[in-house]
């Protein structure tokens, strides 16, 4: 499940128009249990598989944490952060927004599938906005300015300090600089700036990172109609399957180890005007390491999505195998309808139908994997009433000990004031009283 931050983050780059999908980076991003991290420090740079991680590698909550957040102002959130993993620490955390944010901060309004990430449906691409879209004048002079967005979070006791700025540059640029200071890391703490360029049929991103002094270029290529240009409306009817076929690459250097790394994918990914099931493939490679991954998640139904990832090594003949789901449970939320009738000119209601309405909402999913050694894992993430919670279970065979983890996310309304909380509790499970995971 997405932190706050995490959520006003993606809530910033809706609202100022960046698509999040149409990169190398989220080439695999199906699969993966969690969005992408609000920090992208080198350490946290995402693998090229991400795409598929949604089902087949969610992560399950450790430790007891109790997490408070506010969306105050449209443009200002705060979040409080108090753990118990070992030893208690906490954290707290700032975001501001030049852009007005429109987002739903109360649980019992949040739409699960903001912040629960699974099966992924690209749409279609969409032309950039034109320059002077963004142009404002008064008296004859612009005074517009770019977007930003500001976020900062301290770690206690340890004094860790993070912190991202972010800035639209143009319709199809933006600009990132994270940083990281913490005495454990080399030099006292680590910088990266990222420089992104989206304009739909292709983009590109140029990152260097102070750590290693690590250069890098990555790039996604779609094939098919240019968005920037007036295309005829599409035929999904004459095509079997009506999709996109991507494809990318990524090449980066560390100077100070003298080392480097490349690596190139491809997607293909069905659209929503496709008739069919929806699906989506993925072939990932690294020859440098000869790591080959494939990918495959189907939409088998409104509620239910399957996912399988393989992994081979041409090297050491290694191989991995992963399959998940994930199933939706929904149901019918009754919500008044006698203000939208009248707005249409309907004024007869009948009785029984007065003041409700039968709406359908998401109310919980359940995520389940297992790969070719046996280690299962599962994870239930729903609401109830204004409680979103999260439990999660994880064992492997080869240990004496499984994991069974339970998170719960908590939204209390009071004046007007939106609050966000999040309730984690662990215990591990002791099967062999000479093994301890």
Request: aromatic share 10%; glycine share 10%; net charge positive.
């Amino acid at each position: 499940m997405l932190g706050f931050m995490e959520y006003v983050q993606n809530a910033f780059l809706d609202a100022s128009h960046w698509n999040q999908d149409n990169s190398y980076s989220s080439l695999t991003a199906t699969a993966r249990s969690l969005g992408c991290p609000l920090l992208p420090a080198p350490f946290l740079r995402r693998n090229l598989t991400d795409l598929f991680k949604d089902i087949l590698d969610f992560p399950t909550p450790r430790g007891l944490r109790l997490n408070v957040s506010s969306l105050s102002t449209a443009n200002l959130a705060t979040s409080y952060d108090l753990g118990s993993v070992g030893a208690v620490d906490g954290s707290l955390s700032y975001l501001y927004s030049s852009l007005p944010l429109k987002a739903t901060s109360r649980s019992l309004e949040i739409d699960l599938c903001d912040v629960v990430r699974g099966y992924r449906q690209l749409q279609e691409l969409r032309r950039p906005d034109e320059p002077w879209w963004w142009e404002v004048w008064q008296s004859g002079r612009r005074v517009d300015r770019r977007d930003i967005l500001l976020y900062g979070r301290m770690f206690l006791p340890r004094s860790t300090v993070e912190a991202l700025y972010l800035r639209r540059l143009s319709p199809t640029g933006q600009v990132k600089v994270s940083c990281v200071s913490d005495t454990r890391l080399k030099n006292g703490g680590t910088l990266l700036a990222l420089f992104q360029r989206d304009v739909g049929k292709y983009n590109t991103e140029f990152l260097y990172s102070t750590d290693e002094a690590l250069a890098g270029v990555r790039g996604l290529y779609n094939f098919g109609p240019d968005p920037r240009k007036d295309n005829p409306p599409p035929n999904p009817s004459a095509e079997r399957f009506y999709g996109r076929f991507s494809a990318g690459a990524e090449l980066y250097y560390g100077a100070m180890n003298k080392s480097g790394g490349v690596s190139t994918g491809v997607r293909f990914a069905t659209l929503p005007a496709h008739s069919g099931i929806p699906l989506t493939m993925t072939l990932t490679i690294n020859p440098l390491m000869g790591n080959l991954s494939t990918t495959y998640a189907v939409k088998a139904g409104d509620s239910l999505a399957l996912c399988s990832r393989f992994d081979f090594n041409v090297y050491s003949y290694e191989s991995d195998l992963v399959i998940g789901c994930e199933l939706w449970r929904r149901r019918q939320k009754l919500v008044p309808i006698a203000t939208e009738l009248a707005s249409l000119g309907v004024h007869e209601i009948p009785r029984h139908l007065l003041g409700r309405e039968g709406v359908t909402e998401t109310a919980s999913v359940l995520k389940a994997r297992i790969n070719q050694n046996g280690c299962i894992g599962l994870l239930w993430e729903g609401r109830i009433k204004e409680l979103l919670f999260c439990l999660g279970s994880w064992n492997h065979p080869y240990r004496g000990g499984g994991l069974m983890e339970r998170q719960g996310l908590l939204s209390i309304s009071d004046g007007g004031t939106n609050h966000l909380g999040r309730l984690v509790s662990n215990f591990n499970i002791l099967r062999d009283s000479n093994t301890l995971r």
